[in-house]
């Protein structure tokens, strides 16, 4: 038993993650393996949903299940609409070496992998991630790493991909121990999905591999509270036991988590595990993901129905990526403008002061 009174159960789950259309209908998750428009989007966009998030999953209602829906393919996801990217927040463009983007001057994204433990059907590097996506070698991690090394402006290493966390923990240990072992790092930041959909991988060694010198921060990608099982719980709590500093990134999405009740029964929960609420992502105009796209004045009036909801400790920030990479900046303040005589039309003004024209697109 932890500190939280969780105890794991992982025993009982089966260990195999389904990645076929075929798996997902021997588990009930799909009437059909043969439907034309997912077997073309599962030959685009890879699948995968661990036992875990299987057990979390309401068969009976798989419509309008808000597990189900982040990871079960829907063939909506063939319609493109002219203003959706392939990389909305504009990760090559700011990629001085593969593997690697350097947006802003004291931080750099690293992406060991983009292999995911799972893959989420609005996730805004789907074009990039799973085996149809791109691949990084072991020389692109030695040049980015050297990179690092020689740019010493830089103080935060974000690790994300793919999931850093589905590493081996011998990986894991070698890539952190070097980034710890350079003086101008002062933290690391680990964007991950693991301690959630796949916690049995958070065991002793892999425990152990995240130990270091310097503050390890772990950013959780969790959108509902059901995401937060028992055994996800334990896993977490290992985490925090550890001394990890726990916050959470969750994307708005329609039908899964845009009420004020599921809202506030995820920040809820996350502060009732030690995980701190830090972002809430507005939807970017990935491809193919307009059907979980709410409306920029939704979002805005829920965050206005949840603060009196909630304890101050439990408001996210709610932000925007401005497309192409140049920023991420709150909605909720002076740098989201209406523009007076468009209808769902916005300036977006970055940090510098420029402004952005941007359309709000949503289902």
Not at 33 to 45: I, M
Not at 184 to 199: A, F, G, L
Request: net charge negative; hydrophobic share 40%; glycine share 4%.
């Amino acid at each position: 038993m932890d500190q939280q009174g969780v105890k794991s159960n992982l025993a009982h789950l089966p260990r195999r993650s389904l990645h076929r259309l075929a798996d997902l209908q021997s588990s009930a998750l799909l009437p059909d393996p043969h439907d034309k428009a997912l077997v073309q989007l599962a030959e685009r966009y890879t699948i995968a949903i661990t036992p875990q998030m299987v057990d979390a999953i309401d068969t009976q209602n798989l419509a309008t299940d808000p597990i189900a829906r982040q990871f079960i393919p829907d063939a909506r996801e063939l319609r493109i609409l002219p203003e959706e990217e392939s990389d909305p927040i504009g990760d090559y463009k700011h990629s001085p070496v593969k593997g690697l983007v350097h947006r802003h001057p004291d931080r750099v994204l690293l992406k060991p992998t983009q292999a995911c433990a799972v893959y989420c059907r609005f996730c805004f590097r789907r074009e990039m991630v799973g085996p149809h996506g791109d691949t990084i070698s072991a020389s692109d991690i030695e040049e980015a790493l050297a990179y690092i090394a020689d740019h010493t402006e830089i103080k935060e290493v974000i690790l994300t991909g793919g999931d850093p966390f589905v590493l081996s923990a011998v990986r894991l240990k070698d890539l952190l121990s070097r980034l710890y072992a350079m003086d101008h790092i002062k933290w690391i930041r680990v964007h991950t999905r693991v301690p959630v959909v796949q916690p049995d991988k958070i065991d002793a060694a892999f425990l152990q591999a995240l130990k270091g010198p310097k503050p390890l921060v772990i950013s959780l990608h969790i959108n509902h509270v059901r995401e937060l099982t028992d055994d996800a719980k334990y896993a977490i709590a290992q985490l925090n036991k550890q001394g990890h500093m726990l916050v959470s990134q969750s994307v708005l999405l329609k039908n899964i988590n845009d009420n004020v009740t599921a809202l506030a029964d995820l920040m809820n929960g996350l502060m009732e595990n030690h995980i701190k609420p830090y972002y809430l992502h507005h939807t970017d105009l990935t491809r193919g993901t307009s059907h979980f796209r709410v409306s920029l004045a939704t979002g805005l009036s829920l965050m206005k129905q949840l603060r009196p909801l909630v304890s101050g400790l439990c408001m996210p920030d709610y932000v925007i990526d401005i497309p192409g990479g140049v920023a991420k900046i709150p909605v909720n303040s002076d740098h989201v403008q209406p523009i007076a005589d468009q209808d769902h039309a916005y300036w977006l003004v970055a940090p510098d002061g420029t402004t952005y024209f941007y359309q709000d697109i949503a289902a």
